[in-house]
């Protein structure tokens, strides 16, 4: 601007030297004055001021557009890289999930195979059961009949049940028809035989039979009863002779006798004269002979013949003794009690273990056999011999 100030002084102490010619030579229209010339210079300045200033201007609202265009992108970025951080922790907590149920799938998996293992090898078994000899089931049925009779013989002596159990036993054996067995059913038909030779006994009718007795005894006379009806009749009878009437000598000599011998009565006694039961005693006598038919009953069950005949003996030494045996309810009681106590109702049980023994020892031998006849099975061409490797 200095510059600018001082050229107008210089040009106005110095005038530019002008080529006449050249003045000469120019348009009239191009020939400005020197004057016109230097005032338009400061203008073109001032243009080019403005023009810089606007240039500025516009270079100010460019950067400033600019830096808000920056931090709008950095605000951008921030949400993208919060975003994207988000995404990526729900993406790992899915991807934790999943694993988790990958785990539970393999997990189930691994249990599901295991199951089918064991139904495999449960089929396995099963089918390998049922390639048994069936033969093997019809022996093994027989053996438990078998055992089912001898138990029932020695622990209640149940002879009817044993000999139906050996001969259904008998029959599953017979169905088999393998030769083998003939040494069993011949055991098993001497042991049917015993059995069939034994008494027959009908424990169960005797027990019943016994439990009616002992309900009746609350029915029967006892001998007091006996003897004070006796001595009723006797004065009764008396009366009756005084007051009969006389039809003529004859009949009054024989009523004058029979009064003379009514006066004098002999009686004997072979055993001591036992005086009148009292209600108390008499109940207690009743109970005590319904114990006695109890306990006979319960012998009879259990086969305990001591008991059984002890307690039929006092019943019916007390039936006598104590009740009026000339009663027709005590005669037919003691009849019943005497045929009761003629059946053996414990005989000697014949030994039926020997035919189980020999059907076991056939069972036996026949699994070893088996077992031989598995282990001398040659092995397949495909089985490699253990220690070596399978050429392939």
């Known amino acids: 601007?200095?510059?600018?100030?001082?050229?107008?002084?210089?040009?106005?102490?110095?005038?530019?030297?002008?080529?006449?010619?050249?003045?000469?030579?120019?348009?009239?229209?191009?020939?400005?004055?020197?004057?016109?010339?230097?005032?338009?210079?400061?203008?073109?300045?001032?243009?080019?001021?403005?023009?810089?200033?606007?240039?500025?201007?516009?270079?100010?609202?460019?950067?400033?557009?600019?830096?808000?265009?920056?931090?709008?992108?950095?605000?951008?970025?921030?949400?993208?890289?919060?975003?994207?951080?988000?995404?990526?922790?729900?993406?790992?907590?899915?991807?934790?999930?999943?694993?988790?149920?990958?785990?539970?799938?393999?997990?189930?998996?691994?249990?599901?195979?295991?199951?089918?293992?064991?139904?495999?090898?449960?089929?396995?078994?099963?089918?390998?059961?049922?390639?048994?000899?069936?033969?093997?089931?019809?022996?093994?049925?027989?053996?438990?009949?078998?055992?089912?009779?001898?138990?029932?013989?020695?622990?209640?002596?149940?002879?009817?049940?044993?000999?139906?159990?050996?001969?259904?036993?008998?029959?599953?054996?017979?169905?088999?028809?393998?030769?083998?067995?003939?040494?069993?059913?011949?055991?098993?038909?001497?042991?049917?035989?015993?059995?069939?030779?034994?008494?027959?006994?009908d424990v169960a009718g005797m027990a019943v039979e016994l439990q009616s007795l002992a309900q009746q005894v609350a029915q029967l006379p006892n001998g007091s009863s006996q003897r004070a009806n006796a001595l009723g009749g006797t004065a009764v009878g008396q009366n009756s002779g005084a007051a009969a009437p006389q039809r003529g000598w004859g009949d009054a000599l024989k009523g004058v006798w029979k009064e003379l011998g009514a006066l004098v009565v002999v009686r004997r006694h072979d055993r001591p004269i036992e005086p009148l039961l009292s209600p108390q005693q008499e109940f207690l006598l009743r109970q005590n002979l319904r114990l006695k038919l109890q306990a006979a009953r319960v012998a009879l069950i259990q086969r305990n013949e001591p008991l059984y005949r002890n307690s039929l003996q006092d019943a019916s030494a007390w039936l006598r003794q104590r009740f009026d045996v000339k009663d027709a309810a005590v005669a037919s009681m003691l009849e019943r009690l005497q045929a009761l106590a003629q059946p053996d109702i414990h005989p000697q049980l014949p030994d039926i273990s020997a035919s189980l023994r020999l059907l076991r020892k056939f069972m036996q031998q026949r699994h070893n056999d088996r077992a031989a006849a598995t282990s001398d099975t040659p092995p397949t061409p495909n089985a490699a011999a253990p220690g070596k490797d399978v050429a392939k």
């Open 1 to 201: 601007m200095a510059d600018d100030k001082r050229e107008p002084d210089s040009a106005s102490a110095q005038p530019p030297v002008v080529d006449e010619p050249n003045q000469r030579d120019a348009p009239a229209a191009e020939r400005l004055p020197a004057r016109t010339v230097a005032q338009a210079r400061p203008r073109r300045n001032l243009a080019v001021a403005l023009l810089a200033l606007l240039v500025a201007l516009l270079s100010a609202v460019a950067a400033y557009y600019l830096w808000q265009q920056l931090q709008h992108t950095r605000t951008q970025i921030a949400d993208l890289r919060a975003q994207t951080r988000d995404a990526t922790q729900q993406s790992a907590d899915t991807f934790s999930r999943l694993q988790a149920q990958l785990a539970d799938q393999i997990q189930q998996q691994s249990n599901a195979d295991a199951r089918l293992q064991n139904l495999e090898n449960s089929v396995n078994h099963v089918r390998q059961l049922a390639q048994r000899d069936q033969n093997d089931w019809v022996l093994a049925e027989a053996a438990y009949l078998m055992r089912v009779a001898n138990e029932r013989l020695l622990l209640i002596g149940d002879t009817a049940t044993a000999l139906a159990a050996l001969s259904a036993a008998d029959a599953r054996l017979r169905d088999l028809g393998d030769p083998g067995l003939t040494e069993v059913r011949a055991q098993l038909a001497r042991e049917i035989g015993a059995l069939k030779a034994l008494p027959k006994i």
